[in-house]
C-alpha cells in the first residue's frame, strides 16, 4: 500500500476556516527534537473508505524549510513501523506543540455555532442572515438561509442543520464584521452581492410565529 503526505497549505486553502495549520511564527520556532503531526494518506480508499491518518514525528534535522524526522507514534492502518525516517517539509506540518498566538480566533471559528439550511451547504452561498438571541453555550444566534427556501422547506426542521462558524466563514467571509452585530438583527444580500440591514423585518412575527 503506497502513501503520501498531504500538503496542509492546500487543504487549508480549499477551507480557510476549518482546517487549522500552524501559523509561520509557529513553524519558525520548530527545533530538533520537537514533535509535529503530518498527514499520511493512502494513494487508494480501503474498503470502508479509510485514506489515512495524523501521526506525530520528531524532528531529527532541519535545513531551512525541510525536515528529517522519524515516526513517533504507532499507525492504525498504515503499513509502516514507529522509527521510520521521513522526509518532509514546512507545507506538511498540521500542528505542533507549540502555542498558537491566534488560538482564540480558531476557538471561535471551530466552537461557535450557526443553524443553516441544507439549501445553503448544497449550493455553496447564502443570501439571508438573522440573529436571534443565543441559545446556550456555544450557539451564536445566528441562521443562514440560501433565500430559495420556500416556506415548506422552511416548516421542515428536517432541513436544517448546526455547524460551526467557520463552515458558513468558509463560503462568504465577508460577513465577519456583520458577525460581531448585536440580536436582533436580520441582513439580506442586495443586487450587488452585498448585506444590507433589513430595517422594517417583522420581528413580532417571527418570535411568535
Not at 503499513?79 to 498540521?94: A, K, R, W
Not at 450557526?114 to 456555544?138: C, K, T, W, Y
Not at 417583522?202 to 418570535?207: A, I, N
Request: glycine letters at 8%; proline letters at 5%; hydrophobic letters at 35%.
Amino acid at each position: 500500500m503506497n502513501w503520501y503526505l498531504d500538503d496542509v497549505r492546500e487543504l487549508h486553502e480549499a477551507a480557510p476556516y476549518t482546517f487549522y495549520i500552524p501559523s509561520e511564527e509557529v513553524l519558525r520556532q520548530l527545533k530538533v527534537g520537537d514533535l509535529v503531526k503530518l498527514i499520511f494518506t493512502n494513494e487508494h480508499s480501503s474498503p470502508d473508505g479509510y485514506r489515512g491518518e495524523r501521526m506525530w514525528v520528531k524532528i531529527t534535522e532541519i535545513n531551512g524549510d525541510q525536515f528529517e524526522g522519524v515516526l513517533d507514534n504507532e499507525p492504525y492502518y498504515l503499513p509502516i513501523q514507529v522509527g521510520t525516517e521521513l522526509s518532509f517539509g514546512m507545507e506538511h506540518v498540521c500542528q505542533t506543540e507549540y502555542e498558537e498566538p491566534d488560538g482564540d480566533k480558531w476557538d471561535y471559528y471551530t466552537d461557535t455555532f450557526v443553524i443553516v439550511s441544507a439549501d445553503v451547504l448544497e449550493r455553496e452561498e447564502f443570501h439571508f442572515m438573522l440573529r436571534d438571541e443565543p441559545n446556550g453555550e456555544g450557539d451564536s444566534g445566528w441562521s443562514f438561509l440560501s433565500g430559495y427556501e420556500d416556506d415548506a422547506y422552511l416548516s421542515d426542521t428536517d432541513n436544517f442543520l448546526v455547524v460551526s462558524i467557520g463552515v458558513v466563514l468558509n463560503i462568504d467571509d465577508s460577513i465577519l464584521p456583520i458577525l460581531q452585530q448585536p440580536p436582533l438583527c436580520a441582513y439580506e444580500r442586495d443586487e450587488e452581492g452585498t448585506f444590507q440591514e433589513i430595517q422594517d423585518y417583522d420581528w413580532e412575527g417571527y418570535l411568535n410565529g
